[in-house]
């Protein structure tokens, strides 16, 4: 038996439940509860949160994350932080949303005080002291994200964007492969930017955003070392122009974004999956109560100042 402060609904869970009896938040713990092979498990749990849920704040796999690993110690079994991240998402696709393994990766892994930076294929994190010249502000735009209910749709249509921008650009590089493409496999391919200008619409407009979005990553380590925060900023707003091109963006993100950039952000962006919730800036520090202001003036809040904490493991 699983509840939560922030609902009134308890769920009770027992071999021959189905997902397809379940919505919401109990999803994603019938998803926990299959993949850690602990529906059988005699337990009563309660669920305690200060994480904003359908923000794009990762809530859905910080929820996962958390029962994936108190399910596995209560099943008297250990894992390693793979193997949690692995279960995790594994839990979380169950809910029928296409994601991987960065928010999980991120949850079960982070270093307090730093950014942390994720490589792909195979896996490989490090990570980046945030200074103290650089604030960075989360606020809410006003319009509830719900990717793992109405706009979950949308999500899994720029996953499979993705995965058709990268075949095609696979076709174009005559790259053989017996498993499909990934656009992170083509990212480095000599002659991949000038392929981009010879795909079709839909599919250029998803390359373009990845490929230069990861661009934008290295840029980003690089600011974050220097303490450049105006650098940082800049390359907030491209992403948010580019993430607005995507098709993931609303006009209340839109806003806000504004709003925090009017209040002396650096620069700022939405964050997590996009169609609403949480955007984030980046600032000086004497800069934050104004920001928050103007973000809560803007999108209604809530808006505050965030700071890097430790992961699960």
Known sequence: RISSEAFQNPIELQPGTEMAQLSGWH??????????????????LVISSTLPSEGGLSSSS???????GVLTELLGETATP????????????????????????????????????????????????????IAVVAAHSGVTAAKGEGAKVEYNSRVACCRAAATELGN?????????????????????RAAVEEMSSRNRTCAEHVL?????????????????????????????????????TVPELDAVAAAMKSAGAYGARLTGAGFGGYAISVCPPQKVGDVVARAIETGGGPAMRVWPSEGLT
């Open 212 to 248: 230069s979005e990861a661009s934008r990553v290295d840029e980003a380590v690089e600011a974050i070392r220097a303490s450049d925060g105006p650098r940082l900023g800049l390359l907030f707003n491209e992403s948010h122009e580019s993430l607005r091109r995507f098709g993931v």
């Open 82 to 133: 793979d193997e949690l991240v692995a279960l995790a998402v594994n839990a979380e696709q169950l809910t029928g949303v296409e994601g991987v393994t960065m928010d999980q990766n991120v949850i079960v892994r982070a270093q307090a005080g730093t950014a942390m930076r994720i490589r792909f294929n195979p896996d490989v994190s490090d990570y980046v002291s945030l200074p103290a010249e």
């Open 27 to 44: 999803r994603y713990v019938y998803g926990a509860a299959v993949v850690t092979g602990a529906l059988s498990l005699r337990a009563s």
């Open 62 to 68: 910080a929820l996962t994350v958390a029962l994936v």
């Open 172 to 192: 174009l590089l005559g790259i053989a492969s017996d498993q499909p493409l990934l656009l992170g496999d083509v990212y480095s391919v000599p002659g991949c």
